[in-house]
């Protein structure tokens, strides 16, 4: 699995397109290939032309440090619990949307917090 956001993608894909840099590093590496876009939630390609997206919730941003990490924390939680990518990346968007929309004295959520 690769994880990005949709600048390193287009810029190791070569490509402006966030799809088309995703289907290109998914064929480059063979694996899934998730492609962070801050506001616009993610995106996912992967083997035999497996395509995922997913939205993000609107929320007020106050700062967007560790968003990235709080994603990919997230998304391999539910990965490691046995969850397919299209049922990860739902979670995955909403704990990175809950850390944006706190102030970095209350950065990370409970799950309770995340919950569906």
Sequence with gaps: MFLSNESEAG???ESE???AAADALQRASGG??????SSDGCIAAGPDGARVSEKAPTVDMID???AG???NAGLVLRLAEGMTMT????FAVRVASAVVSRPSSDRYPSRRDIAT
């Design 11 to 13: 810029c190791l894909s």
């Design 87 to 90: 049922e990860a990346l739902p």
């Design 69 to 71: 990490d709080a994603f």
């Design 32 to 37: 899934w290939v998730v492609v962070k876009r």
């Design 17 to 19: 397109d966030a799809w």
């Design 64 to 66: 967007t440090t560790g």
